[in-house]
């Protein structure tokens, strides 16, 4: 098995354990929004959530990640996404050139484990009441955003999310 077949699967199993974590620590809110944020590197990553009454508590911009409620990493405690980013980081100190030129590969990778997972451990039972993407945490990211939500959401949700402003 290759490097990113082996995070692939472990990379879903630590995205389904979060996602059960937001879920839990969100309580009753209405989730509306996750990401899977990866640094320009692709050797960080985590996740973040948002609900309704968060963003309307704290009027953020509807999409801006940075400013979301819930993730990972909540209350201090160590994410199971932590394991998977040491190991993303230990491959890049090996080879940087490889790593770099495996992006696409990455986000390829990271986008079919999201998508398992979400399909074990949705965030509520509709499925177009939650957007799902992924997202770089620094420099311009529509495009990976945009394409990933089209493979990640129902295409009323992604046709949505496509027309998003910065709302």
């Given at each position: 098995m290759?490097?990113?077949?082996?995070i692939?699967?472990k990379?879903?199993?630590?995205?389904?354990?979060?996602l059960?974590?937001?879920?839990?620590?969100?309580?009753?809110?209405?989730?509306?929004?996750?990401?899977?944020?990866?640094?320009?590197?692709?050797?960080?990553?985590?996740?973040?959530?948002?609900?309704?009454?968060?963003?309307?508590?704290?009027?953020?911009?509807k999409?801006?990640?940075?400013?979301?409620?819930?993730s990972?990493?909540?209350?201090?405690?160590?994410?199971?996404?932590?394991?998977?980013?040491?190991?993303?980081?230990?491959?890049?100190?090996?080879?940087?050139?490889?790593?770099?030129?495996?992006?696409?590969?990455?986000?390829?990778?990271a986008?079919?484990?999201f998508r398992?997972?979400?399909?074990?451990?949705?965030?509520?039972a509709?499925?177009?009441?939650?957007?799902?993407?992924?997202?770089?945490?620094?420099?311009?990211?529509?495009?990976?955003?945009?394409?990933?939500?089209?493979?990640?959401n129902?295409?009323?949700?992604?046709?949505?999310?496509?027309?998003?402003g910065?709302?």
């Open positions: 290759g490097f990113y077949e082996s692939a699967v990379l879903e199993k630590s995205l389904v354990k979060e059960s974590g937001i879920r839990k620590a969100a309580g009753s809110e209405k989730i509306y929004a996750a990401a899977l944020v990866a640094d320009s590197k692709c050797v960080c990553v985590s996740l973040s959530a948002n609900t309704l009454e968060f963003l309307q508590a704290h009027g953020h911009t999409w801006q990640v940075g400013e979301w409620g819930y990972d990493v909540m209350n201090g405690r160590r994410s199971s996404l932590a394991k998977i980013s040491k190991l993303l980081s230990e491959h890049n100190r090996k080879d940087p050139d490889i790593h770099k030129w495996s992006e696409d590969i990455f986000f390829e990778m986008a079919s484990a398992r997972a979400i399909e074990k451990y949705p965030l509520t509709n499925p177009d009441d939650v957007t799902y993407f992924i997202t770089k945490s620094d420099g311009n990211a529509s495009a990976l955003e945009n394409s990933t939500a089209k493979l990640l129902t295409r009323k949700v992604y046709e949505e999310f496509f027309g998003r910065n709302i």
